[in-house]
């Protein structure tokens, strides 16, 4: 209990940390995300200029000081309104995220899932025959791609396979055309885009569960059961 208790606490100062840097940091840098929002729509706001200020407020562009502005942000979150989306205005973040977490969701548990089980068998194979194939060439190659960061092994693969090769698209969760439903053409055109994404975390995931099983069975395998 007393180690769960002080878990509880960790995961709680470190959300509040990054909640916090989260709000500071935009604030410090140059320049704003309103600004940047009326560069973009500057030949619509060039009539009306008092439109931004409409759209300051909107998206939290607020003139309080910065205690203030932090109270409120953090009263915000904490009633589950995180505010407009620069990037896809006029939509509610929460729209957003309710929208793409599903996607997001089934991309990891799928690619979790692959990686669990590939990494997993051929650790046994690795460990049941030391020496052979897949100890000797697979298991250096899963240690070489687990050793990378993932985001550069990500723009790797983007670079080489679906940029330069073209054997996968560079975005989307599906093709222009399919109709998001229970079909076979949506299945098909949803799993064509995941592929990548999911070829990628299991170049860096697989070598984690072939290392952990390989070096469990060899424990297994040297006790005298």
């Keep these: 209990m007393r180690y769960l208790s002080r878990r509880i606490v960790f995961y709680l100062i470190a959300l509040w940390a990054s909640l916090t840097i989260n709000f500071f940091l935009p604030r410090l840098m140059h320049g704003d995300p309103v600004g940047a929002f009326a560069f973009r ?20 562009g607020s003139k309080d000081p910065l205690p203030v502005q932090y109270v409120q942000y953090l009263g915000n979150l904490l009633h589950g309104d995180f505010g407009i989306s620069y990037s896809q205005y006029p939509s509610r973040v929460s729209e957003v995220l309710a929208a793409t977490l599903p996607w997001t969701l089934v ?4 690619a979790t899932l692959l990686a669990f089980m590939i990494g997993t068998f051929l650790g046994i194979i690795a460990a049941w025959r030391r020496g052979g194939a897949v100890d000797r060439f697979v298991t250096p190659i899963t240690m070489f791609t687990y050793s990378f960061p993932p985001f550069f092994l990500a723009m790797l693969t983007v670079y080489f396979i679906a940029l330069q090769a073209g054997l996968f698209p560079l975005n989307h969760a599906y093709g222009d055309g399919v109709q998001i439903g229970w079909n076979l053409p949506f299945f098909k055109s949803a799993a064509y885009h995941a592929a990548l994404p999911v070829i990628t975390f299991l170049l860096y995931s697989v070598g984690g569960w072939l290392l952990g099983m390989r070096n469990v069975m060899i424990n297994v395998l040297s006790e005298e059961y």
């Design 107 to 110: 991309l990891a548990g799928t």
């Design 41 to 60: 729509f500057k030949d619509q706001l060039a009539n009306n200029p008092h439109l931004l200020d409409a759209i300051r407020i909107e998206l939290g």
